[in-house]
């Protein structure tokens, strides 16, 4: 082989090489089709989620402590049920935050153990710490893992007069405004018990997804909270369960934003509404109507964003809908 050729044979084994590395780091693609669905899942639409059974069990001081999952990804949440003979109150210690537990008739107490979508994806240890009647107090040592959530990249452009609106003094001031809603948790469960609890804010597609980061204008990094549906300035938003409204006003990145409260760190989110129906302290009821979609806050066209918080997390609204939750 003569010089020349193998000048040629070695240019091309180093773009092919590039070629690979190329394709070995895309593995998430840098912006998301739209709608990701056409519709909302057959499989989850508002029907009757069965009691599954628990992943994990443990016993200790006459206590049982079930987990209903055996590891949660990034941005999810699980339920715990704890009872015994005398339990009269139970929290739960994870991630550094106390969590509150809540009775139910004859099941004892369940909890939910709500993963951040930032949360590093490794095992972790928790406390679960029960009160007896007579005062007497068992702790009760367990473990899970979290598994990465699997989020995409997305890009997304804003007209030149919503451009301000991606200043990150902006998006933390108003993660702060929310975070501070967040913070007055009932003790109380709001939420309807029966066959179906939880129901979509609207029958449309979805067009983006959780968890994204997303990236604005090409410069400005921040993650979706939440999902968004497609829908028309001026189409009815409904309440996905029952609860009181914990906010109903402006925020500059949200637009116009409804926050309803269902109980025991369980919080919706409802943004970027034309109008708003409801106002803050009003009690509402599963499918009742908080507003119309729109298009206002950091918006780059007429959609519903719909997102969900518990304990403090960001946690998959629509995975949220799949979870069966004690009524």
Sequence with gaps: MNRVNRVFVVLVSILWAGLLVTLTLAQEPLSTPTPIATAIPSDVTPTAIPKPPPAISLSQDGITVELFFESLKQGRAGVVRVDGPGVREVRAQVFGRIIEFFPVDGEGFYGLIAVGIEQTAREYDFEIYAVLADETRITIPARFAVSLGGFVLQEVE????????????????????VASVFQNITQERLWDSGEVDWQFPLNAPLTSQFGALRVFNGTAETLHTGWDLRAETGTPIFASASGIVAFAGLMDIRGNLVIIDHGYGIFSGYAHFSQIHVVRGQEISKGQILGMS?????????????????????IDSVDFLQTWIPG
Aim: hydrophobic fraction near 35%; avoid cysteine.
């Design 158 to 177: 804003l007209p030149p007069e919503r451009a301000y609106l991606i200043d990150p003094l902006v998006e933390r001031a108003e993660f702060a405004r």
């Design 294 to 314: 729109g298009n206002t806050g950091r918006s780059s066209g007429p959609h519903l964003h719909w997102e969900m918080n518990i304990n403090g997390e960001w």
